[in-house]
């Protein structure tokens, strides 16, 4: 069965960086993108971008642009995402989702369990 | 960019009433390019509809989609107890945007 598995909570300091990682299982990797998508406490859904996983090519949302990078390690079946210079209002959840999508984009079908990042000083 | 609205914000319903829920884009949405996603508290979001009326694996029919364009709409028929949640629809046919959520709960 398909499934997202996410690296653990983290607290960081503001200005630093922070690298969560999604491990993909039970499908084919290369044959999607993933996204990843924020949810801050108590708020909406937020989407930062996405990684084709074939090709390694990006789309940043604009909020993000800059300040977020999408990769992947095809070896170990794994998506990362790192966002630098955080603020305390970078403090969410942060997703990894898989888009059903390839030639036509589509929604998204599986996702992470999430992991928590807390920017605290 | 495409901006995605829903309303109401919350809805209040007794189990066993209909649910009716709004989702609107500042702009028409290529193919009917609409998902709806349900949360619980702690979890992950889960797939409900696709392509505005296509059911998602494993989802139940009381759920249904419809619209098209600008305005469309997620239906449950008849609440069920875990069907308490928080919904959100999304664009996916001009860049991905998510709407601000509708909270269903127990009235």
């Known amino acids: 069965q398909v499934q997202l598995v996410q690296s653990g909570a983290e607290v960081k300091k503001p200005g630093a960086s922070v690298k969560v990682s999604c491990k993909a299982s039970?499908?084919?990797?290369?044959?999607?993108?993933i996204h990843w998508v924020r949810q801050a406490p108590g708020q909406g859904l937020e989407w930062m971008g996405w990684?084709?996983?074939?090709?390694?090519?990006?789309n940043y949302a604009q909020n993000f642009q800059g300040r977020v990078t999408m990769s992947r390690d095809t070896s170990i079946r794994t998506a990362y995402m790192e966002v630098r210079g955080l603020f305390s209002d970078d403090t969410a959840v942060y997703y990894c989702?898989?888009?059903?999508?390839?030639?036509?984009?589509?929604?998204?079908?599986?996702w992470g369990q999430g992991t928590l990042v807390t920017v605290s000083s | 960019e495409i901006v995605v609205t829903q309303s109401p914000g919350t809805l209040s319903l007794s189990p066993g009433e209909r649910a009716t829920l709004s989702c609107r884009a500042s702009?028409?949405?290529?193919?009917?390019?609409l998902a709806w996603y349900q949360q619980k508290p702690g979890q992950a979001p889960r797939l409900l509809m696709y392509?505005?009326?296509n059911r998602a694996t494993g989802i139940p029919d009381r759920f249904s989609g419809s619209g098209s364009g600008t305005d469309f709409t997620l239906t449950i028929s008849r609440l069920e107890p875990e069907d308490f949640a928080v919904y959100y629809c999304q664009q996916y046919g001009g860049s991905f945007t998510f709407g601000p959520g509708t909270k269903v709960d127990i009235k």
């Open positions: 039970g499908y084919i990797f290369t044959g999607y993108y």
């Open positions: 989702a898989r888009e059903t999508g390839l030639a036509v984009a589509g929604p998204f079908d599986y």
């Open positions: 702009q028409s949405v290529s193919s009917s390019s």
């Open positions: 392509g505005a009326s």
């Open positions: 990684i084709n996983l074939n090709s390694g090519g990006t």
